[in-house]
C-alpha cells in the first residue's frame, strides 16, 4: 500500500494541474475527487512522517496523574505508600474533624486506595508506568469507573458539612486540603468545579470534575493543585 501513495500523488497532482489548466469547467467534479485523493494520500504521507510525535502518547494525562500522587508523596522519595495516603489523611482527619467525620474519611480514604484505584500495598512509584496503567484500568472499565463516581459521591457528603448538598468555598477548601492540595491551588481548584460558575459546587459538578480529572486524558484540571 505505502508503495502506491507516491504515485498515487503524483497522479492526483498531475491530474489535477493538467485538468485545471486545460478544462477547469469541465472538470471540475473530477478536480474535488482528485483534490480528496491527493489531501488523504498527502495527510497519510505527512502522518507517517510525524508518527513518532503523533503517536507519543499525550503527556496531559500522566503529568496530571502525577501531580495528583505528588501530592500525598510526604517525604517526598517518589514513592506513595500505604502510610502516606491513608495512614496520615486519617491522623490529620482525626486532629482536625469529629470523631464520626474522622471515621468516615478514614473509610472513604482507604476504599480510594484499595477498592477504587486498587494500589499496591507497597505503594506506588509515581515515575513509573505503574500510575498511567492504574488509571487505565479504573478509567477503561465501567464497574470500576462506577466505583469511581461512589466515591467522588462520598468525598462530597464528607465535605458538604452544613449538608445543603452544595459546597462553599470554605467547604471546598477544607475537604482539598485534607486531600493535600497545596493552599496556593485551592482557589483555583474550586474554580475548576464549580463548572457553571455560580459560586457553589454541587454534587454532579463535583463527580464530573473529579472523574475528568482522573479519566480524562486530554484536558489538564487544577482540580488536585
Ligand atoms: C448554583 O447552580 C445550581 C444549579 O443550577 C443551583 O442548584 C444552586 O442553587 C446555585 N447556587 C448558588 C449559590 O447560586
Ligand atoms: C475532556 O475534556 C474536554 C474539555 O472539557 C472535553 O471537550 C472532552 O470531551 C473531554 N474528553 C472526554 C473523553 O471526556
Known amino acids: 500500500m505505502a508503495s502506491f501513495k507516491p504515485f498515487l500523488l ?6 489535477c494541474l493538467f485538468f485545471t489548466e486545460a478544462k477547469p469547467r469541465l472538470t471540475r467534479e473530477l478536480g474535488s475527487l482528485y483534490d480528496d485523493i491527493l489531501t488523504r494520500e498527502f495527510k497519510d504521507l505527512l ?9 507519543a502518547p499525550s503527556d496531559v494525562w500522566p503529568r496530571k496523574l502525577r501531580r495528583f500522587a505528588r501530592n500525598f508523596d510526604l517525604d517526598g522519595n517518589g514513592v506513595v505508600t500505604k502510610d502516606e495516603v491513608v495512614g496520615k489523611t486519617v491522623e490529620e482527619a482525626k486532629n482536625s474533624l469529629d ?6 474519611v478514614a473509610d472513604t480514604v482507604a476504599e480510594a486506595w484499595k477498592a477504587v484505584f486498587g ?4 505503594g506506588l512509584t509515581i515515575s513509573s508506568d505503574d500510575i498511567v496503567k492504574t488509571a487505565d484500568m479504573v478509567c477503561g472499565n465501567e464497574d470500576r469507573k462506577r466505583e469511581l463516581r461512589i466515591w467522588a459521591r462520598n468525598v462530597f457528603e464528607e465535605a458538604d458539612t452544613n449538608h445543603n448538598a452544595e459546597l462553599s468555598r470554605s467547604e ?5 486540603r485534607m486531600l493535600h492540595v497545596p493552599p496556593a491551588g485551592l482557589a483555583a481548584s474550586f474554580v475548576a468545579a464549580d463548572r457553571n ?3 457553589s ?4 459538578e463535583f463527580v464530573d470534575a473529579v472523574v475528568d480529572y482522573f479519566c480524562n486524558k486530554s484536558q489538564d484540571s487544577p482540580l488536585f493543585g
Open 119 to 122: 494500589m499496591p500495598e507497597n
Open 172 to 176: 471546598h477548601g477544607l475537604s482539598f
Open 201 to 204: 459546587v454541587e454534587k454532579e
Open 10 to 15: 503524483l497522479l492526483a497532482l498531475g491530474t
Open 197 to 199: 460558575k455560580n459560586g
Open 47 to 55: 502522518d507517517e512522517k510525524l508518527f513518532g510525535q503523533r503517536m
Open 99 to 104: 470523631t464520626e467525620t474522622a471515621a468516615e
